[in-house]
């Protein structure tokens, strides 16, 4: 980019804010944005020259920091020799090939073949078209609702922010596709239950079955739910015992189990996959985001071996039509490709274990301040809730602006990241060292100190 006027500040805020939409688009959010030109390990550096640590990852992605020439050399030497290959009409692409046999080792050892996407949101529109196709060809046509879950989110097509559990997704937009419906999260720190009989955890699993008692279990098709609610929840770790009734209950009506991993997958929590840290596997899993740490972009789905027996014995004139023009582009695989291998020869999943342990004990500290509710996490992937009063756990009044002020004492410390609400969200990249760590917590410990008192 040159210097010249064109690139100044105010030249650049003003053409922004007259011609880019912005995800969630409102120009509340950008007259004084930041403007962000390099980045380099966990820092990202902006048009001032100031250097900032990632709190977030740039958006939950960006496994291996910034700046990888591993990956600037895997794009540029695959757009030399072959920029585009179309996988559909018979062709194919060995990049794709040798990328599938990799997530074939790390995805969950039932998870028997994959298709490719460009993002999340598309990821989920896949799954929810596969499981709907899936029960049409076993005789089941009817098998057609998603169950998903409040405080989700699954993205911003049609049929993702169907799924999508945050009522603002549909906003303006008409009503969600029909066939789709939300139960309570299961949320430990606001789960309420009148149940004496069982554990919270199986609680909120029990509204699943309730749903398809009510709907009739010949109608539903799938539960789609990310391991850990992240962007729409604010990082909201279930308890221990919720996933595995889950599962049960998904047996035993013959629902699929969708498992959005868009944000917990390849590392991020920990393990290479969310669902594993409670042994179980989903008939579906969907990936984006830390496939290629951001560098290109791609996203996709993995399927059981009963879901891809079905796509492979389909009549060739009643097949799975379902497809994109850049689905196994060979510039993302062999991206992936890099990214994974940097994330296995450089333990990055056990790092994200380990460093999140020790972000989430440093932060503990921070329990005993009267506005903090609660710290939480899994991994590298962290929550702090503030809430106005420790004992109602009621929320701040909105006007107070409090997760807005908050984000500011911590970018003026030298931390970005995102407050979802009173949710102060971290997910930095898996490749940051012990003592950046450690900064990140001081700073939040500052700024919530900064705003609400020591
Ligand atoms: N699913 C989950 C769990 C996500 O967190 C996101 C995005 O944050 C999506 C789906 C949508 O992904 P994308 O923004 O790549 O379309």
């Known amino acids: 980019m040159s210097n010249g006027p064109a690139n100044g500040r105010s030249a650049l805020v003003k053409d922004d804010l007259a011609y880019l939409i912005h995800p969630q688009h409102h120009p509340i959010e950008h007259q004084d944005p930041h403007i962000w030109i390099s980045g380099q390990g966990v820092k990202l550096t902006n048009l001032e020259g100031k250097s900032y640590t990632d709190g977030l990852s740039g958006m939950w992605n960006v496994y291996v920091g910034h700046g990888r020439q ?7 030497q695959q757009m030399k020799t072959l920029a585009f290959a179309t996988a559909y009409a018979g062709s194919t692409n060995p990049l ?9 080792r790390l995805v969950y050892p039932n ?4 298709y490719f996407t460009l993002g999340g949101s598309d990821a989920t529109d896949t799954s929810i078209r596969t499981a709907r196709f899936y029960w049409s060809e076993k005789g089941f046509p009817n098998k057609l609702k998603i169950i998903a879950r409040k405080l989700s989110y699954h993205g911003s097509t049609v049929g993702a922010a169907s799924a999508t559990g945050v009522d603002e997704f549909s906003n303006g937009f008409g009503p969600r596709l029909p066939g789709f419906l939300h139960i309570d999260s299961p949320n430990p720190y606001r789960f309420t239950t009148s149940r004496k009989d069982v554990s919270p955890g199986v609680a909120a699993a029990d509204l699943l079955e309730e749903a398809i008692l009510r709907e009739g279990p010949e109608t539903v098709a799938a539960f789609i739910a990310e391991p850990v609610q992240g962007g729409g929840g604010g990082v909201l770790v279930p308890p221990d015992d919720y996933f595995p009734r889950i599962k049960e209950i998904c047996e035993r009506y013959n629902v699929l189990l969708i498992s959005d991993e868009v944000i917990t997958g390849f590392g991020r929590t920990g393990r290479w996959f969310a669902l594993e840290h409670w042994g179980v596997k989903p008939d579906i899993v969907q990936f984006a985001k830390g496939i290629t740490s951001g560098y290109f972009p791609l996203g996709g789905i993995g399927v059981s071996g009963a879901i891809k027996d079905i796509l492979d014995k389909a009549n060739p004139s009643h097949r799975w039509m379902h497809g994109y023009t850049a689905s196994a582009h060979p510039v993302a695989c062999r991206v992936a490709l890099a ?3 940097i994330i296995e020869q450089e333990g990055l999943v056990e790092r994200s274990a380990h460093l999140g342990k020790r972000l989430i004990d440093r932060l503990r500290s921070l329990e005993t301040h009267q ?3 609660e710290v939480r996490g899994l991994g590298l992937l962290v929550g702090i809730e503030l809430v106005a009063n420790r004992q109602t756990k009621e929320n701040f009044v909105s006007t107070l602006e409090v997760g807005k002020r908050i984000r500011h004492e911590l ?3 030298g931390l970005y990241t995102r407050v979802l609400g009173e949710v102060i969200c971290l997910a930095p990249p898996l490749v940051i060292n012990e003592e ?12 919530i100190q900064a705003v609400l008192g020591a």
Do not use: C, P
């Open 70 to 76: 591993e990956l600037v050399d895997a794009a540029a």
């Open 96 to 104: 794709a090939i040798e990328l599938v046999r990799t997530l074939k």
């Open 111 to 114: 998870i028997e073949a994959f």
């Open 339 to 341: 990214n994974l291998r």
């Open 371 to 373: 506005n903090v509710g």
């Open 411 to 413: 970018f003026v410390r």
């Open 436 to 447: 950046e760590v450690d900064q990140v917590a001081d700073i939040v410990k500052e700024s």
